[in-house]
């Protein structure tokens, strides 16, 4: 079938309908025509150039549907090419340049230098929509390895700025992000071989000695000792900043937010301080014996007691905390709880773990599993990771129960825990701390001695608490320190892959 003329199938722009090519549907003949067929081919070219666009697709399809398959392989080859579109070039010559940038926005690092290379309206689409800074950008907000990269080193202020603003130009994010990669390479290597700087806070406590529990963020730590105090340390100085009093007893869990900071005491008290005067602004009295654990988020706070019972509690503001309900079932201590909007997580000396609704506060079900009394947990999704007197620590699924794993390898009770996307971070009172790779530890092929990623031994006491991110480890112990185990700012001198690997102290006594 030849084409006498060219003929538009339809009004859209070419880059989207382009016309019909004029040449012939599978090359030249290759015989010559039989009886009247150049005439008739004319007169059916005539007719079919008078009919509308609709007349003309039916009448093809009509067409169409009486050929062999052989012949609808030569028209399918005929179409393939005309169908085929450089939509990225297309796109800006309709003054569309912003779809096109939107397209190659999503794609990743590999992806985006492929398409640099196809072609130099490729090349300057990316250039020009500034897609390696928008690269950077989504990863900022998706992944927190990357923000706390982006804040460390300084480059976040040349990010999130639109055009009008001064900002450097495409080759400086695209030479940007391969150093990024290499930082983070950097960093996962520093964990897996416990590379690390140390920097030591002496607590100097007056009388007993021990650090019980701590909070931070960038700019402080709060820790809770011993000798009831609270101490509020800078985080960059590492000076006390501030002393807080008012416990009679020893402060033995704490946490804070841009507001408040609440506080738990074998007093059998709960405090609330303002964070940033100091003050007092309210004290619970409920519990009989020691609070040994309590957890706040979003107008709720959960704590828990020696007295073996667990506090629930609505927070309308820092002077305005009632209880709403009181949980009873385990039978000793209940060391710890942690919740979301679905479940109560608790643990307790009695060797189980129970798990109660959010919202109505009725008993779920009791994970059980360890050989002696638990004495730490973190909750998050359906994952349960609990630390136990038995050493061990197990892995759970709460909506199921079952364990999923347990890990050995800590030889006194494990004391705290926690855990990200990656990893799980113990302390014990082995004076060790060990981090786990939990990806594996979920895998359950995975071979049980190649869980335990590093052990930390720095720490002369008992662990009491640990908080960690994507950067390094905040720990407390019993012999009255808090130590920061940094594996981003790591000294190349030196360093050894051994079980502790030399490293660049600085004390603060206060």
Not at 14 to 22: D, E, G, H, K, Q
Not at 232 to 256: A, F, N, P, R
């Amino acid at each position: 079938i030849h084409k006498s003329r060219q003929v538009p199938l339809c009004t859209e722009p070419p880059f989207i309908c382009p016309p019909v090519s004029n040449g012939p549907l599978t090359g030249s003949r290759k015989r010559p025509s039989e009886g009247n067929y150049e005439k008739e081919k004319d007169v059916c070219f005539q007719l079919f150039d008078q009919w509308s666009e609709a007349d003309q697709v039916e009448f093809v399809e009509h067409l169409i549907s009486r050929m062999c398959h052989y012949q609808h392989g030569h028209i399918n080859s005929y179409l393939k090419p005309m169908l085929q579109r450089d939509f990225i070039t297309a796109l800006p010559a309709q003054g569309l340049d912003h779809i096109a940038e939107n397209i190659l926005s999503f794609l990743d690092a590999r992806s985006l230098c492929s398409a640099e290379l196809v072609c130099k309206e490729w090349q300057r689409v990316i250039s020009e929509g500034m897609l390696w800074k928008k690269l950077i950008e989504r990863m900022v907000r998706t992944d927190p390895l990357w923000k706390g990269l982006s804040e460390r080193h300084q480059w976040e202020k040349y990010l999130f700025k639109n055009r009008t603003t001064e900002v450097p130009p495409n080759s400086y994010y695209r030479s940007l992000y391969p150093k990024i990669i290499q930082d983070i390479e950097t960093i996962e290597a520093n964990w897996r071989c416990g590379r690390h700087n140390l920097q030591r806070i002496q607590c100097r406590s007056e009388n007993s000695k021990g650090v019980y529990c701590l909070q931070y963020d960038d700019e402080k730590i709060i820790s809770g000792l011993r000798d009831n105090s609270i101490k509020i340390w800078d985080k960059q100085t590492l000076e006390c900043l501030k002393i807080l009093t008012g416990h009679t007893g020893s402060v033995l869990c704490l946490q804070y937010d841009e507001r408040v900071i609440v506080t738990g005491s074998s007093d059998s008290t709960v405090r609330v301080w303002d964070v940033n005067s100091g003050e007092v602004l309210n004290t619970l009295i409920h519990h009989n014996e020691a609070v040994l654990h309590l957890r706040f988020c979003n107008g709720l706070m959960v704590t828990c007691s020696k007295d073996r019972s667990i506090a629930v509690w609505d927070m309308a503001s820092p002077t305005d905390i009632s209880l709403r309900r009181v949980l009873v079932g385990h039978r000793a201590a209940v060391n710890v709880v942690d919740f979301d909007d679905k479940y109560i997580v608790s643990a307790s000396g009695d060797r189980t773990i129970k798990v109660w609704s959010t919202s109505t506060c009725e008993f779920v079900r009791t994970l059980n599993g360890h050989k002696r009394g638990i004495a730490c947990l973190q909750y998050r999704d359906r994952l349960v990771v609990s630390g136990s007197s038995d050493n061990t620590i197990r892995l759970w699924d709460i909506e199921c129960g079952a364990c999923l794993r347990v890990l050995e390898g800590h030889e006194e009770l494990v004391r705290c825990i926690r855990f990200d996307n990656k990893r799980i971070v113990s302390g014990a009172y082995d004076g060790k701390i060990k981090v786990w790779d939990l990806q594996a530890a979920l895998d359950p092929r995975a071979p049980a001695s190649t869980l335990c990623l590093r052990t930390l031994v720095e720490h002369s006491g008992r662990v009491f608490r640990l908080q960690f991110d994507e950067f390094q480890i905040i720990s407390s112990s019993h012999d009255d320190t808090i130590l920061i185990w940094d594996f981003l700012n790591v000294s190349t001198n030196g360093q050894t892959e051994g079980r502790s690997p030399s490293r660049t102290y600085t004390y603060i006594s206060r």
